[in-house]
């Protein structure tokens, strides 16, 4: 799906007239390169007390320990002599009112036009609990309203993103700096504008852990995975030390099998809304695999239509295969015990499910049901270590969206703060990062994998 | 003879490893661990641009896909093509080194017509129960889309001729005989070389010689459609094809096939038949058909060790050939006499097996076939045995349906029948709890025939 | 048909004197002779009373010393691709037919021969090869004719081939020839049936109701060109068989194949079973019309006995008898 728009902009004489147009400069993302460091450039650790082992301490020493150039602004002193930072990582968990943003927010401001193209802004703050007094509560909601404007105001392909720590959880907790982690890298090129909630998670030693292949030794199994975002979900967990079993239905099973071939994973063709899918699934990764630790729910269809004029079978289609699949090949591998240790649930949802879509009604039911049935299942999963999340991508240059007509395709391409469609390996990209035994901890939340859309929540 | 118990003999869960019966000596057990297919296609039809290398590698792809194959040095791919293009002269060598398997697995072709698949994966078998290899695929693949046009005889001579012509004049002198007539291309031929007869014609004249009607054979075209429509409608095909090219099912399976519409087709063979009624049609013989196929083997250790399941094993292979071409044999019947041969090396009754893959070349290939293990005459004339074979329980024969309905790419075949055997023995014996055995048949060209026995073998029980 | 198994050579006949050829003759010029004396012989037919009452010349022609090098092996391997037989250095026995053949054809054109070549029909054949023969032997060839007798359509006449190979009596043929319209008595012609090359050239036994086919063994495809390339290969380049015109001038819708090839298809198609030494007869019957599918039955002979093949062909949308003969091992 090539978006030539983006690619003319990018540099040379279209872009000059852009500029001057004052049309949308997009520009090509960072994306993840094993060969390039974390972020282009120092980080900036904002927040903090002088000297105090607190929370943006840690996080500084943290990413010391990823081998970044790290400095520290300690209230409104800025060191210099650096031309760009690479990101901004801005920590104020012990905001306790709304004053207490005031050194941070603007040392911040004051550092916007020195972050490198592809950038990152990450805010490292505590979401408001039910035992907050008001102004703490407001001190913590207002964190997540300033970094949605300020993601909005950034340019050149960077982006803002927040670490919410729920109850329990610290700054230097592995799934805080897991989320951070991801937010610095060029994996989560086209998430923008999202708070990440962070708890404290079942213990986890990351002795030894790999962060180029955070999945070695885990099997995981990607249904719809013959093409698009399944496919490069299935590519992006093997290029993370996975094996894969894709699943597609038996009709895909040509590009299925090209693509099982690829990641040197197996393929499973199965039709997911059939009644055994979930024991098929679980009886193929076991004997073939040893086990089944990461299970991705991406398999889903559109059968677009006004609910006036939906035919009974275009709103079966949808729920069978969207979400009634999956609550039944879920609730089978609970039942049974089929998942192994610290298994990770992630489940494709949709901004359609978030902001509802006209002519969607029963794409935008089943996309909000699987929010819904991802809270509730992040409950059941947790007692066995392990997580449930889902990922809500917005336009993604895939097959589907190439269906899409011309101008209503460039209008949502331009409608997001990157002003482009974000790639499938981008929403693998999320999908992987909350499949990792680093994001253990991060559990039934929605990660929007959309640029900042400007559609919805 | 229809249903003798099972002899103690031939059971072999106790025994474990394969033999045991006399004069069959013992070695280790020969595993079917899965097969691959495209869903086959009508001339002309979906693979019309697709080569016997691309349809054998997207049979290989599709298998290594399923297992997990990629980068395995396998222990060796045999199979091949009956319509091949000199250029294939390595065909299965050149479709490993476009899969994902290792480039240094090693490959060759083999060809015995329409027996090829079946003769393939004796032969993987037997280098496995032998130790020489560890794991095999053997299958298949043809296609009549794409098959290789020849030069007529007249013009070929020409050309050899000018190509070993050592001067101009010589080559010049070469060409000066070509006539007009020798640049018409030939079609390649399905008919028998010795006999001039298409393979319809042959089994006309077995079929007028047996005396099969027209009303048996359209009953065996219909229950081969109705039982692969049911097979493809359960899910049975799911882990054993994988599309290609857009076709994802058999294009030639007619769901909706009845008598009555079997009934109307005019005959297409037999019709020069002085004193017989012409009884077969397009729709109760196989149609021209592009295809392939491939089966996993590997000895019990290999599948084991890479977690692969096991369906069933090879237990042994008779190959047989008739004295067709003076009419003195059917030339479609060698089976008939490859079977009892397998049959008594194994102490075996025709009545004991759960399962009968007779390929369908024709309806009535089955029927004759049958027909001569009935007839005590024959038995005992050509066959040599005491009385008649027996007769078999036709609610268990080609019970997912076979090549009337699927179409029969001659090499592609045999794979196809043999991965289907095995899996439906894996699931009988999983529902009864003992040991399933199927027997297989194919029937080929030159009077070939090759019979199999296979039986379920869940893991691990090899001593 | 007289097929006895005499020991071969028999001989020619004692009163006959043997007359030496330099070399084998060449098949078009005695066509071209035997053409014009056909012309010669039918106006005397049509003469009534002028007719002499037909006696065979009591003569044996002899060419001595042929020789089987390598031209004959290149002709030996054409013949043999073309009929089926394994190239090799064996002469079967339809190419010894075709060497001889010039010999035979040399007595039938003599003056003194009283029956027009062209015209007449070939209405059997009976061979029998006493030893193998190969390439690079030298060869004598005789031929005479005998056993002119009634036929109810004219008469026929034996023409008598004999090979020896390197001294050794290998190889006898005998030709059945149906000279039709023609008489042994000097009356009673029938003039409406004296057209050469008739349009119905077919001798009455093939068009028998009682003929059913058997189970057909094999089926042949004959293009429009077998008439042409057993020409090439045999010498015998009978208008009649080389294009649909010029058997149109003969009284044929179409060309005709030969009917030699037809059976030394047969032989050959018998293969291993019919031994180094056998006896090869055959029967004409309707002609082959070209291009044509001709049905073949060639099976192991029905009385059981010995290895004998029988083979017949026949054209199946008719129900027509082409030819029939049998391939007996010696």
Redesign the interface.
């Known amino acids: 799906m090539t978006d030539s728009y983006l690619k003319a902009v990018d540099g040379g004489l279209v872009k000059g007239l852009a500029q001057r147009l004052g049309l949308p400069q997009p520009v090509v993302l960072r994306r993840h390169d094993p060969s390039a460091p974390l972020v282009p450039g120092p980080v900036l650790v904002v927040g903090g007390r002088p000297d105090a082992a607190d929370d943006a301490d840690a996080v500084a020493r943290a990413l010391l320990g990823w081998d970044l150039d790290v400095r520290q602004a300690r209230g409104d002193a800025v060191p210099e002599g650096v031309e760009r930072w690479g990101a901004i990582v801005v920590v104020v968990t012990e905001a306790k009112t709304p004053e207490d943003l005031h050194d941070p927010v603007l040392a911040l401001g004051a550092q916007l036009r020195r972050l490198a193209r592809c950038g990152r802004v990450v805010t490292v703050s505590r979401a408001p609990g039910d035992g907050d007094s008001p102004a703490l509560a407001a001190t913590r909601a207002g964190v997540e309203g300033f970094l949605r404007s300020v993601a909005k105001e950034l340019r050149a392909g960077a982006t803002a993103n927040g670490v919410q720590l729920v109850a329990g959880a610290g700054a230097g907790d592995p799934a805080a700096l897991a989320a951070l982690h991801f937010f610095l890298s060029g994996r989560s090129a086209f998430v923008d504008g999202q708070l990440l909630e962070v708890g404290a998670g079942p213990a986890w030693d990351a002795t030894g852990f790999d962060r180029s292949r955070p999945l070695a030794g885990r099997v995981a199994v990607v249904t719809g995975a013959a093409r698009g975002i399944g496919a490069e979900v299935a590519r992006t967990l093997a290029r993370d030390g996975a094996s894969v079993v894709v699943v597609d239905v038996?009709?895909?099973?040509?590009a299925?099998?090209?693509v099982?071939?690829e990641v040197?994973?197996?393929?499973?063709?199965?039709?997911v809304t059939?009644d055994d899918a979930g024991a098929r699934i679980l009886e193929h990764a076991r004997?073939?695999?040893?086990g089944l630790h990461v299970l991705v729910h991406n398999a889903g269809i559109l059968r677009d239509k006004l609910l006036a004029n939906m035919r009974p079978a275009q709103w079966d289609a949808v729920v069978a295969v969207n979400l009634a699949a999956q609550l039944r090949i879920t609730g089978h591998l609970l039942d049974v015990g089929g998942f192994s240790e610290a298994p990770h649930i992630v489940s494709l949802a949709s901004t359609s499910g978030i902001a509802g879509n006209r002519g969607q009604t029963n794409y935008g039911f089943s996309k909000a049901g699987v929010i819904g049935h991802t809270r509730a299942t992040a409950r059941l999963v947790a007692a066995l270590g392990g997580t449930a999340n889902a990922v809500a991508p917005g336009f993604i240059e895939t097959d589907m969206t190439a269906s899409i007509p011309l101008v209503p395709r460039q209008v949502a391409r331009r409608a997001s703060s990157l002003q482009q469609g974000g790639q499938p390996v981008d929403v693998a990209e999320a999908i992987a990062f909350l499949a990792s035994p680093g994001s253990t901890g991060i559990t039934g939340q929605v990660l929007r994998v959309c640029g900042q859309n400007l559609v919805g929540r | 003879m229809a249903t003798t118990p099972e002899p103690a003999s031939s059971r072999s869960e106790d025994a474990g490893a394969s033999g045991g019966a006399a004069g069959v000596p013992r070695t280790r057990d020969a595993v079917i661990v899965g097969g691959n297919r495209i869903p086959f296609a009508r001339a002309g039809g979906k693979y019309a641009a697709a080569s016997n290398q691309d349809m054998f590698t997207a049979a290989l792809e599709g298998l290594v896909a399923r297992f997990g194959l990629q980068g395995e040095r396998l222990g060796e791919v045999v199979g091949g093509a009956v319509l091949k293009h000199s250029r294939d002269f390595n065909l299965v060598r050149e479709s490993v080194l476009g899969s994902s398997l290792s480039p240094q697995t090693p490959a060759y072709d083999l060809q015995q017509a329409c027996a090829t698949g079946l003769e393939a994966v004796v032969s993987v078998a037997n280098k496995i129960r032998l130790g020489q290899v560890e794991s095999g695929i053997a299958g298949g693949a043809d296609t009549v889309s794409d098959a290789p046009i020849a030069v007529s005889e007249g013009l070929r001579r020409v050309l050899l001729e000018a190509s070993h012509a050592r001067s101009t004049k010589a080559r010049v002198a070469a060409f000066a005989k070509l006539r007009p007539r020798d640049l018409a291309p030939l079609s390649p031929s399905t008919d028998e070389p010795r006999t001039g007869l298409s393979m319809g014609e042959h089994q006309a004249i077995t079929t007028a010689r047996w005396g099969i009607t027209r009303e048996a054979q359209d009953a065996v075209a219909l229950a081969s459609h109705r039982n692969l429509a049911a097979a493809w409608d359960s899910g049975f095909f799911d882990d054993l094809v994988t599309p290609f090219r857009g076709l994802t099912r058999d294009q030639n399976l007619r769901p909706d096939s009845s008598a009555e519409k079997l009934a109307s087709l005019r005959p297409v063979f037999g019709a020069r038949l002085e004193g017989t009624e012409p009884s077969m049609t397009a729709g109760n013989s196989t149609p021209l058909t592009d295809g392939a196929s491939a089966v996993l083997l590997a000895s019990r250790a290999w599948a084991a060790e890479r977690h692969l399941p096991v369906l069933a094993r090879v237990v042994d292979a008779e190959t047989a050939a008739v004295d067709y071409v003076h009419g003195h044999e059917g030339l479609l019947m060698a089976p008939a006499h490859a079977v009892p041969r397998l049959l008594a090396r194994h102490g075996l009754g025709l009545g004991d097996f759960d399962l009968y893959e007779i390929h369908e070349a024709f309806a009535s290939t089955v029927l004759t076939t049958l027909a001569a293990w009935e007839d005590a005459d024959y038995c005992r004339e050509e066959l040599g045995l005491d009385g008649p074979l027996g007769s078999i329980d036709r609610d268990r024969l080609n019970v997912n349906g076979s090549s009337v309905a699927a179409g029969h790419p001659f090499a592609a075949t045999g794979g196809r029948i043999v991965a289907t055997a095995a899996k439906l023995a894996a699931a009988r014996a999983a529902e009864t709890g003992r040991t399933a055995r199927a027997l297989v048949s194919v029937c080929a060209a030159g009077g070939l025939g090759v019979a199999a026995i296979i039986e379920s073998a869940a893991p691990g029980t090899e001593a | 048909m007289t097929l006895a198994a005499p020991g071969v050579p028999t001989g020619a006949p004692g009163a006959y004197r043997t007359e030496p050829l330099a070399t084998t003759p060449g098949l078009g010029g005695l066509y071209a002779r035997g053409a014009a004396s056909s012309g010669t012989i039918a106006a005397r037919r049509v003469l009534p009373g002028e007719t002499p009452e037909p006696a065979l010349p009591a003569v044996a022609l002899r060419v001595e010393d042929v020789p089987t090098g390598p031209e004959v092996a290149a002709r030996l391997a054409a013949y043999q691709r073309l009929v089926g037989e394994r190239v090799g250095d064996a002469l079967p026995a339809g190419f010894l037919h075709v060497l001889a053949f010039p010999v035979a054809t040399a007595l039938m054109v003599r003056g003194d021969f009283p029956l027009p070549l062209l015209g007449m029909v070939h209405v059997a054949n009976a061979v029998t090869l006493a030893r193998p023969v190969a390439l690079g032997q030298l060869l004598t060839v005789d031929a005479w004719a005998q056993d002119l007798r009634p036929h109810r359509r004219g008469v026929t006449v034996d023409l008598v081939t004999e090979v020896r190979a390197d001294g050794e009596g290998a190889y006898r043929g005998v030709s059945t020839y149906l000279a039709r319209g023609v008489s042994l008595e000097a009356t009673g012609t029938d003039g409406a049936e004296g057209t050469a090359g008739a349009h119905d050239a077919q001798e009455p036994a093939g068009s028998r109701p009682g003929f059913v086919p058997p189970l057909p063994t094999g089926r042949w495809r004959l293009p429009a060109g077998t008439g042409r390339a057993y020409a090439a290969v045999s010498g015998d380049r009978n208008p009649i068989h080389l294009s649909a015109l010029s058997a149109k001038a003969f009284g044929f819708p179409r060309a005709v194949a030969h009917g030699m090839y037809t059976a030394a298809r047969a032989l050959a198609e018998v293969g291993t079973a019919r031994g180094a030494a056998y006896d090869w007869t055959v029967r004409f019957a309707h002609p082959v019309l070209l291009p044509g599918t001709v049905d073949v039955a060639i099976t192991p002979a029905a009385d059981g006995a010995g290895d004998g093949h029988e083979y017949v062909g026949w054209d199946a949308w008719r129900a027509r008898r082409h030819f029939a003969g049998t391939v007996v091992p010696r």
């Open positions: 038996p009709a895909a099973g040509e299925l099998a090209a099982a071939n040197r994973g197996t393929a499973l063709q199965l039709d059939a004997s073939r695999h040893g």
